[in-house]
């Protein structure tokens, strides 16, 4: 069964949000592939990522090292890409919803405001899904993730 979270950034930035959930990924041994169709974006994910406490290792896909990576940054989360670097993890940062997310074993779309109604249809759909866990997280005041409406 397929996990999709969806992060509802009602107060911080993708980037940031990213370098919390990369981080506590790679805490628990995990791989992540994040994914964004905007190349500015992903220089931005990935200088916040060098920036993060802890120190977040990345680089973007398609280069040699790609195996290495713990966090690798590209524009599709393809099976290559997924492959690269082993990940079971996928963030979609640009709040655009790949079909190919769910070869992962988890998946995150990150959506603020201006992806909202993006991020609902993709959450009736995927309800549609006899194999797919869907979870729902938004921020509070503080900056703390909360799951639930």
């Given at each position: ?95 655009q919803w790949r079909d190919e997310a769910l070869s992962f074993d988890r ?43």
């Amino acid at each position: 069964m397929a996990r999709v979270d969806f992060y509802h950034l009602t107060r911080d930035s993708a980037e940031a949000a990213l370098a919390m959930l990369a981080g506590k990924a790679l805490g628990a041994g995990q791989r992540m592939m994040v994914v964004s169709a905007d190349p500015a974006q992903r220089s931005a994910i990935s200088r916040r990522l060098w920036e993060a406490p802890g120190f977040l290792a990345n680089g973007e896909a398609g280069g040699e090292d790609d195996a290495r990576q713990p966090v690798l940054i590209g524009d599709a989360p393809g099976a290559a890409n997924a492959a690269a670097n082993g990940a079971g993890i996928v963030a979609l940062a640009d709040g655009q919803w790949r079909d190919e997310a769910l070869s992962f074993d988890r998946a995150l779309l990150l959506f603020n405001e201006a992806t909202i109604a993006d991020a609902r249809s993709c959450w009736r759909a995927l309800g549609q899904q006899e194999k797919v866990e869907r979870h729902y997280w938004s921020q509070d005041s503080s900056g703390r993730w909360r799951e639930g409406p």
